[in-house]
């Protein structure tokens, strides 16, 4: 029986109409409802999770194609009284009006920190060997996330103060 | 959406035998559910190719690379031997979607991806590519994006993939598994011209499954992609333009151009390379080329400008690549 592993906690899939998204298995079906669904075309980002370690739309994937995988939401990164380094970093330099995007945004970071670290490069990087990370490239790595109260400057300082050390390290 | 049949392919074979039968492959899956979410596609079966062993770059004997046709994107951009002997492949990617995007769609879903002419998209238009003898909304409509080389009277949509031109300027192949056993064919025969059946995108028959794209040893020189769009990131084409050139002793050795967002395929014109070989780098020759590219060029209207746009783009293009002063 197909299942998946949600946060660490292991969920079985019986019976699931195989036309779920991702997105709406975790938001309808596991109460998961920290990723948020915007566009529902991928476009916007809200709804952005780790699968694998790695940052995908979870609106553009279906529940059943996942069968085995890890997953991680909001929930699972950190919580109120733990908060993951990144979630601290967009409270410390205001990263949000509304909150709608944030989730998303910080999973985003998060998976888009650890692709600077393994040396990927971006559209930005002038060599695509040795990447220099600046407000350029944080901005370049972050366009698939949509924030229509436009705190881009905020989410960028957060981004940057967290992104310090990863930014140091020799690409692969 | 409306219902359909999932299987998980256990083998190509297993993929192959469920295509050949109407049922539509599904990796990435970006482009294929979106589609599906707004009832463009109607599959009644998908076969789910994801886990097929079709995920390694490999060198090839002849100094080539082999690249598995379920490679993302974004592990393809950043691989070693891409960034340093193809970069024009992996400034391409790199120039395409978001990060998210990148990292789940694939190789041989980001070739057969669809058109985003907004007619296609939206049921309530005519649209001949998705109901054939419908019409084409876009031609007198609003055509900003849409084709200036290679149209019909039935159909101007245009290309989306920018990896695809890159892969054509590199002279790329494609191993397609069917029925009757294996094939490789030049990915410059995968993509049609609309005419009169804009419906079909491509040369594959149903089950066709393309399993690697191959590319042959890096052409040397210099290696340019440049993508023109409405906004800086996570924009598709209005012109982009793959160059591989080489210069020996003064004088341009070898030219490959391919171009994006101005055709129904990625285009690539031998004439306008033949035309610079032989000659020295020099604005003059460079225009000379861009004619003979745009000699059959034809707006739709509200694409006009793209003409131009294209001239001053291979211009400036060929420039960075012959290492001339912008």
Not at chain 1, 3 to 21: A, C, F, K, P, W
Not at chain 2, 215 to 239: C, I
Request: proline share 6%.
């Amino acid at each position: 029986m197909p299942s998946l592993s949600v946060n660490g906690v292991e969920r079985r899939l019986d019976g699931i109409d195989v036309r779920t998204s991702l997105l709406d298995l975790l938001r309808e079906q596991l109460g998961l409802t920290g990723s948020k669904k915007g566009c529902d075309h991928g476009q916007c980002g809200a709804c952005t999770i780790l699968v694998n370690g790695r940052r995908i739309n979870a609106c553009l994937t279906l529940a059943v194609m996942h069968d085995g995988d890890e997953i991680v939401t909001i929930e699972g990164i950190g919580t109120p009284d733990a908060l993951h380094p990144m979630q601290q970093a967009f409270l410390h330099h205001d990263g949000f009006q509304c909150g709608y995007c944030t989730p998303g945004q910080i999973c985003s970071a998060i998976g888009m920190l650890d692709e600077i670290a393994r040396g990927w490069p971006s559209h930005a990087s002038a060599d695509l060997e040795n990447i220099a990370i600046d407000d350029a490239e944080i901005s370049e790595r972050m366009s698939g996330n949509l924030c229509r109260c436009s705190a881009y400057p905020n989410i960028v300082d957060a981004i940057r103060e967290v992104a310090g050390p990863a930014s140091r390290r020799e690409p692969a | 959406m409306r219902a359909f049949g999932y299987a998980r392919a256990a083998t190509a074979d297993d993929a192959i035998d469920a295509g050949a039968t109407g049922a539509r492959f599904i990796a990435g899956g970006t482009n294929l559910l979106d589609l599906m979410k707004v009832d463009v596609e109607r599959p009644d079966r998908l076969v789910d190719i994801g886990r097929l062993p079709f995920t390694k770059v490999e060198d090839q004997a002849d100094g080539g690379v082999r690249i598995g046709a379920l490679v993302p994107n974004s592990d393809l951009a950043a691989h070693p031997r891409i960034r340093r002997a193809y970069p024009l492949l992996s400034r391409a990617l790199l120039a395409g979607a978001s990060g998210q995007l990148r990292n789940k769609a694939t190789t041989g879903g980001n070739l057969l991806q669809r058109t985003r002419c907004y007619y296609f998209y939206d049921r309530a238009l005519p649209c001949n590519k998705r109901d054939p003898g419908s019409g084409c909304g876009a031609i007198g409509g609003f055509n900003r994006i849409h084709a200036i080389l290679g149209a019909s009277d039935q159909c101007i949509a245009t290309h989306p993939s920018d990896m695809a031109v890159a892969m054509l300027a590199l002279d790329a192949r494609i191993e397609v598994r069917g029925s009757d056993g294996t094939r490789t064919i030049p990915l410059a025969e995968l993509h049609r011209l609309p005419g009169d059946t804009p419906h079909i995108d491509t040369n594959l028959a149903p089950g066709d499954l393309i399993e690697a794209v191959t590319l042959p040893p890096p052409p040397g020189g210099t290696q340019v992609y440049r993508k023109v769009r409405d906004r800086a990131s996570y924009a598709f084409a209005l012109v982009s333009i793959a160059a591989a050139l080489t210069v020996e002793q003064g004088v341009i050795a070898r030219a490959a151009l391919a171009f994006g967002g101005l055709a129904h395929r990625p285009w690539r014109d031998p004439a306008v390379e033949q035309a610079l070989v032989g000659e020295r780098p020099s604005t003059a020759a460079f225009n000379r080329a861009a004619d003979l590219l745009l000699a059959e060029a034809r707006g739709q209207g509200h694409n006009d400008f793209k003409i131009d746009l294209a001239r001053r783009t291979l211009v400036a293009v060929l420039r960075e690549a012959a290492g001339a002063p912008q």
